[in-house]
Every structure is written in C-alpha cells, then in structure tokens.
C-alpha cells in the first residue's frame, strides 16, 4: 500500500488503458486479454485500464470490449507460441 508504487501502477495502467483504447476504436474487439505479471494486480491496475478505455469508447460508433486478465499466468506467451507452432506444422513429404 505504498502511496509511490500506487501512483506508478496508475499511470502504468492509464497509459496501456489509452493505448487499448485506440485499438479498440480501430478494431473494435469483443474481448481485450490483459496478460503480465502486473494483470493479476486487478485493482490497481486492471480497473484504471478499463475506466480509460470505456471513456474512449464513443456511444453510438464502437461497443465496449470485455477486457479481461490473462488466466495462463507467466506462461502465457509459451503456450501461445506452443499452440501457434501445432496449429501450423505440417508433415514433411518426401
């Protein structure tokens, strides 16, 4: 609860939020996945994003994107590259 790493992570998570905010109006996802060591830190930083990035959200041209933590923790960018890897090989054929 150190006043100082509360300020960091909120402008952390204003920053991301902005960011995610202009995909969305770009591409306008159903569902952003929030994933890092710091997407567990709800709080602090998952809710900041979501305020920002519903205030990019104009009403009548772009939805609300469900933007949610990552549920694969440290490991997911190795399972995504795993699964990327399966899905894609394909037999050698002599």
């Known amino acids: 609860h150190d006043p100082l790493v509360w300020d960091v992570l909120h402008q952390a998570a204003l920053a991301v939020g902005h960011v995610l905010g202009q995909l ?13 060591p710091l997407s567990g830190l709800r709080e602090a ?3 900041p ?3 920002v990035v519903e205030r990019h ?3 009548l041209h772009a939805s609300k994107p469900q933007i949610v933590a ?3 923790g440290e490991y997911g960018g ?3 590259a795993a699964a990327l890897a399966v899905h894609r090989w394909r037999p050698l054929r002599g």
């Open 78 to 80: 190795a399972i995504g």
């Open 49 to 51: 994003i979501i305020a």
């Open 24 to 36: 969305n109006l770009l591409l306008n996802p159903k569902q952003i996945i929030v994933s890092g």
């Open 45 to 47: 930083f998952l809710q």
């Open 70 to 72: 990552s549920r694969f």
């Open 57 to 59: 959200v104009p009403a």
